[in-house]
């Protein structure tokens, strides 16, 4: 999905990618659905925009709760995890070089895009401009609050947690080198307030770090997405990442999760 080469491992073509999608989906799409219905309030007719849409899951429920008359359109640098969908129009976009679709939405949703993004502040204040008279935006991304130290919840001895401490500071490391911001989902609300935005909310949603839940296994599919920075890069061994992926796998551990932070503004009518 981006230009450099940790970030090409988590392209939409790469081998691994329907998986990823997968589980970010079973992740995550709980929370925005509530999000999109109970904060939001999507509806029969509304046309709606899912930037970075992925595999299109969002896109999907919002042509649903759209009904016959509503239209999505779902918009992905390679866009081809979308199932066709009489009501969705999934297009190749890149939101920071490409024109923007017309005519203005009644909703768009970001979800774990503008935190890879360099001019993330001024893209969020315009897409908030994209928006007709009563719509509304939906910006959603990661952010770690926790420490190395506090990584792993579950009593495990010192050699697993080391060896997850280790993993969990050079996956950071490897998101700061290209560009990602764990601080950006909690200024989001501050950033649109500034620029004048006044109906803001925002929901904070964390989900389970259980072995073998959606989030131990994303975190498992990582450890062989980035194998080659995590032997290259950081003091982990072959024999370390095989421990990793087997107690991910343990019902009995329990690691600390990234925080969903999801900013809705809704527009003056």
Known sequence: MYNTEHKQRFDNEAPAAPEQLSLLAQILN???????????????????????????????????????????????????????????????HDLTSDPWPEPKFDLIHAR???????????????????????????????????????????PVDEYTARVFTEYHRGVHRLGEQTGMDFTWASRTPKVLSAAGYRDITVRDH???????????????????????????????????????????LDPDFEMDTNHLYTTVVRMPE
Do not use: N, Y
């Open 206 to 248: 964390q989900a389970s770090g259980q072995g073998g839940a959606p989030t131990a296994r994303l975190a498992r599919l990582h450890t062989f997405m980035l194998e080659p920075f995590l032997l290259g890069q950081t003091c982990l061994t072959e024999a370390d990442l095989a421990v990793i992926r087997e107690t991910l």
């Open 30 to 92: 709980r929370e925005t659905f509530s999000t999109l219905s109970e904060e939001v309030g999507v509806g029969h007719g509304w046309r709606c925009w899912d930037v970075g849409t992925g595999d299109g899951s969002v896109a999907r429920w919002l042509a649903a709760r759209g009904g016959l008359t509503g239209r999505v359109v779902a918009s992905d640098l390679k866009p081809h995890h979308v199932p066709e969908h009489p009501r969705i129009e999934a297009i190749r």
């Open 112 to 154: 774990l895009l503008l935190m890879h993004l360099a001019d993330r502040d001024a893209l969020a204040v315009k897409l908030a401009g994209h928006l007709r008279p009563g719509g509304a935006l939906v910006i959603a991304d990661w952010s770690c609050p926790c420490t190395t130290e506090s990584l792993v919840k579950s």
